[in-house]
């Protein structure tokens, strides 16, 4: 018979009670003990993981601290004692409990950091992989299968899986399976995958961890394995499959992700997280999130600051070559023809001066010299195509002047000789023994050539996700044209191949590109640099920005006679707008007002304490009202109201254009009630836009 009067539940037991002194003394028994002596165990396989929890409880193992205090904080912490909906079922072999409210949304993450970062995103992602297995591998409720959803380019594909390896070679009873169309791949359909789960006899034997890459096959593949085990589809005895997906590079592929988050509802029962991967979620990325009603992703960082082995984020942004740190030769020839920029650097030179400070001229790329070049050289996306600078175009060019070309598109990857001889790079690696990444390859290639010069081209099999850069094997020159620069989050990308650890990266790069490009980029890596370090508790698409618009700030009038105070002071007279702003400043600090401001980094105002430990107020911030718009019913023009502009870019986490100066702000309320084609707004609310710099 059912019971309903569970309320606490402890996850590594599946011991079910009603009374929280019930789950006290469950705490203390013999057979929690030992689970728990089973976990600190497993977390100490992992000293990374054990060390973090260590930390963030403020534990030091070598106080008076007993073991049994640190095992019971460390459970207690990790949630697996909680308090929940349960109740016990009767099926065939024995009680069950059942956690009734289970269906809950899935967690939706987005793992955002600057391009081949110190501490990488797929590193995060991996550890994060591993520190779920570790903490599920002593539940007996159910098993975790993760999905790594990889960038549609079989070198990321390759990348992803031999990193996901040799991370996984840390824990015992995890296997990493691949399913692709490669007649090397294991699985070439989803039915072998599935038929191995239906096989297992022991929860060792199920799998851990399922690698595909973006395609809409394997889209259809996911959908159909969550659709095998959902609801009383299929049963396994003694253990519920949970499922966590990782997206990699999403905002590469919107379409797929957009197919993939309109059918995903129908499976939550199955899935705990979904992470989205990416350097660059741009514009493109988070409307296609809001076209699937989400306007917020989760950052994971906020509950983990990812301090590994003692370092904070300072202290790997140290570490970390960015693009600043090259050389910059600015050309600001202007064509959307890349051979033909590449054509006109190696023919120009650029003015500098000598250590003098005498003007001399340089050539952007000197062939007089003996220093061997590695020129990283993107093309047009076409690979054959004449009179575009394609990929084939601009292997001519540089066989012409001898260069060794290394040439990476869906038709080819390989090197390709001056003599015209093409060494697919399968072959390159197997005449070598190299089974690790490109960067291995490259590596090996300019350790046998010590004086050849070569360049790196293609488009998008070489935009993103793929590591060049490695120690012996760094680039001299790097060309970027303007046929670059039509897609943010591909020109992040493209230039991010220059980034990395600086471990790594041993000389500077001269990054020939317009200024613009330059100026761009910068932009967006210090927004990036600022948004980590703000760490907010969530992301919104204004967090990812190269404008200076703002979301507006709802203001809400908790007093009604002080909002009639403050309509009143609205009088267009000499220095009205200072005393609105001292009204509302006083409002603010007195609780007669509330401000809700979901920017992130260029806040208007929060409760936060900055570095002098004072507390901001947006009169620090914003110190001057720049216009003031109050509807009144004889507005003649109601029309022209942006109330409803105003609450839906809220609403959306969208920015508005306004067109105060930096440091100045504009205010619109309504004097009486205001509605206009359908929209309401109500007195008490007024809207607060603003520009940063």
Known sequence: MAQSHIKYYCKLCQYGCGQKSHIDSHK??????????????????????????????????????????????????????????????????????????????????????????????????????????????ISTDAHIIQIIVTNKSLGETKQWKIRTINKMNEYENIDVDILSSDVKSEYHNIDKFISKIMKANTRNELP??????????????????????????????????????????????????????????????????IEFITASPYSDFWTMLQKNGIFQLTNPHKLNQDCIDGETYDEYLDNYHQIKDHTHLICNYSTNNPLEYIEHVFENKYITNDTEGNKIEKSFVDMTDSVRKIIFSPAHLF????????????????????????????????????????????DFNTAHNITGELRDTMR?????????????????????????????????????SDYHKQLLNKLVQLIGRLTGNKRYIETKCNLICP?????????????????????????????????????????????????????????????????????LKAGYKNGKIILEDRNNVHIFTNDKKDKSGKTKLFDDIHKNIANVKMYTSTDKSPQSRRFAQFNNAFNLYKPTSQTAEVGEYSIDLAKDRYEYNGFVHEVNIAWITFRYD
């Open 28 to 137: 203390i028994t013999a057979g929690h003990l030992e689970k728990c002596n089973d976990m600190i165990a497993t977390l100490k396989t992992n000293k990374g993981l054990y060390n973090k929890y260590i930390t963030e409880l403020n534990i030091n193992e070598e106080d008076d601290k007993t073991m049994h205090t640190l095992r019971q904080e460390i459970i207690d912490k990790l949630s697996s004692i909680y308090r929940q909906n349960v109740h016990l079922e009767e099926i065939e072999y024995g009680p069950k409990i059942v956690i009734t409210n289970s269906k809950k949304e899935p967690q939706l993450e987005l793992i955002h950091e600057l391009t081949q970062f110190t501490h990488g995103k797929t590193e995060q992602t991996l550890n994060k992989i591993g520190e779920r297995y570790l903490l599920n591998s």
């Open 208 to 273: 851990n961890i399922l690698i595909v890459c973006f395609h809409k096959k394997r889209i259809e593949d996911i959908l159909t394995l969550f659709q095998m085990f959902c609801g009383n589809t299929i049963m396994i005895k003694n253990v519920n499959l949970r499922f966590n997906l990782s997206f990699d590079e999403p905002d590469a592929n919107c379409g797929l992700c957009s197919t993939f988050l309109k059918k995903y509802k129908e499976y939550m029962n199955l899935i705990d997280t």
């Open 383 to 426: 690979t054959e195509k004449e009179g575009v600078g394609s990929h084939e175009e601009v292997v001519k060019f540089y066989n012409e002047l001898g260069f060794t070309v290394y040439l990476s598109n869906g038709k080819f990857k390989g090197f390709v000789e001056p003599t015209g001889e093409r060494i697919a790079l399968d």
């Open 444 to 480: 090996k290639w300019a350790t046998i050539y010590p004086e050849k010069n070569i360049a790196i081209t293609g488009y998008w099999t070489i935009e993103r996700g793929i590591t060049f850069q490695t120690d012996m094997f760094n680039f001299t020159h790097a060309i970027i």
């Open 515 to 583: 200024q613009h490009i330059i100026d761009t980029v910068n932009t967006l890596v210090n927004k990036t640099i600022e948004l980590r370090k703000e760490n907010p508790e969530n992301y919104n698409a204004t967090d990812f920005t190269n404008k200076n618009s703002s979301i507006p700030v709802k203001l809400t009038f908790i007093d009604d006679e002080y909002r009639l105070s403050c309509v009143g002071s609205i009088t267009g007279k000499r220095n009205y707008k200072e005393h609105l702003h001292s009204l």
